[in-house]
C-alpha cells in the first residue's frame, strides 16, 4: 500500500508563516496558509487507490478543528520533537505498519499535486529515497521504502542546507536517490 502523509499546522495567527507574517501580518499569514493547506488536499485527492492519504497535524489539542475540516481523512497528531524528529517518526510507523511506500509532503508547496505524487511513488519502484528539491534549498517532498532515520539526524532545518546535507546522507549510504522537479514553497514574500 502506498501511504502519503501531509504534514500540516492549525492555521492560528502568529503560528503559521512566521516569516511571511513580517511583511503581510499574522492575520493575512493565517488566511493563506489555511487556503494552502486547502489547495494542497485538494489536488493530492487521489484517484482509485492509488495511495490512502494521512494528515499529520499540529498542536495535537486541535484534533478537534482538523476532524471538522477535514472529516473523512484519516489523522494522526505530530509527535513532540524538531521537524526532524516527528518526520522520522511518522515514516517510521507508517513503513512498520503495512505501507509498502511512504512520501511526506507539507504545505508550503501548492504545485504538488496528483500527477506529481504518483510519480514519486512509482520511482520508489527503483530507488531508496525520493525527493522534490524546494527552490530555496529544502525540499518539498520526501518518499521512501524503508525506514531511515539517519536521513533525518544534524539537519540544520529552515535552511538552504536540507537538500544538500539530506542528499549527502544519502550517498554517505550508498542509497540509491531520485530527484522530482524543483518547485518554489511560499516562506517569504516575493
Not at 489555511?34 to 484534533?63: A, H, I, N
Request: proline share 6%; net charge negative; hydrophobic share 35%.
Amino acid at each position: 500500500m502506498n501511504k502519503l502523509l501531509i504534514f500540516a499546522k492549525y492555521p492560528e495567527p502568529g503560528r503559521v508563516k512566521t516569516r511571511l507574517a513580517k511583511t503581510i501580518g499574522p492575520e493575512k499569514a493565517a488566511i493563506l496558509y489555511k487556503e494552502m493547506v486547502e489547495t494542497v488536499m485538494q489536488k493530492s485527492l487521489p484517484v482509485d487507490g492509488e495511495y490512502r492519504r494521512t494528515l499529520c497535524f499540529d498542536p495535537p489539542q486541535m484534533e478537534n478543528d482538523f476532524r471538522e475540516w477535514f472529516p473523512l481523512l484519516e489523522m494522526r497528531p505530530q509527535c513532540r520533537g524538531d521537524l526532524g524528529q516527528r518526520m522520522s517518526a511518522v515514516f517510521q510507523e507508517s513503513l512498520e505498519n503495512g505501507s509498502t511506500k511512504t512520501v511526506l509532503i507539507g504545505t508550503d508547496c501548492v504545485e504538488i499535486d496528483r500527477s506529481l505524487l504518483c510519480d514519486a511513488f512509482d520511482r520508489l519502484e527503483k530507488s531508496d529515497l525520493v525527493l522534490g528539491p524546494a527552490k530555496d534549498g529544502g525540499y518539498y517532498l520526501i518518499g521512501m521504502k524503508k525506514p531511515h532515520p539517519f536521513l533525518f539526524e544534524g539537519i540544520p532545518w529552515s535552511t538552504e542546507k536540507v537538500l544538500g546535507l539530506t542528499l549527502e546522507k544519502a550517498k554517505e549510504s550508498d542509497l540509491k536517490v531520485e530527484l522530482l522537479k524543483t518547485l518554489s514553497d511560499l516562506d517569504e514574500e516575493s
